[in-house]
């Protein structure tokens, strides 16, 4: 029997913990949007990340089937937009095929160049060892989980630079 007051005296009947009941509430109502914060940002930076790997991935797939002769412009584009609709709607997504000869050039500092100015590229017609580049590029806020609020006017994008064959 004492040592059951004992138990009672330790766990139930302490004067201090029955002045604190609130406060497990109210910390929880300071941490638990925080939490939800950190844990809805993982979440979309993931999805960031896996959209970009799926551009990446696509641009590549779509590349490596222009690399053979006789393959059209139109057919690598057809394969990018196949590749990406499995992943998300494409209804705003941008494939284009570019010539990248000027990556062959000697002195040229690739991160200088700008990508959207170079010349179209007509698969068919394209010298064997020239360099061409996929591009696929899709606004971030068509494809954002919640709404981008943080991040305004950004695109995301994916590419490949191969030689055609």
């Not at 040592?3 to 109210?26: D, E, L, M």
């Not at 993931?46 to 059209?72: C, E, F, P, Q």
């Not at 998300?88 to 062959?104: E, L, M």
């Not at 606004?139 to 055609?164: C, D, S």
Request: charged share 20%.
């Amino acid at each position: 029997m004492r040592r059951q007051h004992q138990i009672n005296k330790t766990i139930g009947n302490n004067p201090s913990r029955r002045r604190r009941t609130g406060t497990t509430a109210v910390e929880m109502a300071f941490v638990l949007p925080v939490f939800g914060i950190f844990m809805a940002g993982i979440v979309e930076f993931g999805h960031v990340y896996m959209t970009i790997n799926t551009l990446n991935s696509a641009a590549r797939k779509a590349a490596r089937i222009g690399v053979a002769d006789g393959v059209s412009t139109d057919a690598v584009i057809a394969e990018a937009n196949t590749i990406i609709s499995e992943a998300f709607n494409t209804t705003n997504v941008s494939v284009t095929v570019k010539n990248a000869a000027a990556f062959d050039q000697s002195g040229v500092d690739a991160a200088s160049l700008d990508l959207d100015a170079l010349p179209t590229a007509k698969l068919n017609e394209t010298e064997p060892r020239q360099l061409f580049l996929v591009r696929i590029s899709v606004p971030y806020n068509e494809i954002a989980l919640l709404p981008p609020f943080w991040a305004k006017n950004l695109t995301l994008t994916g590419q490949a630079v191969m030689r055609h064959e």
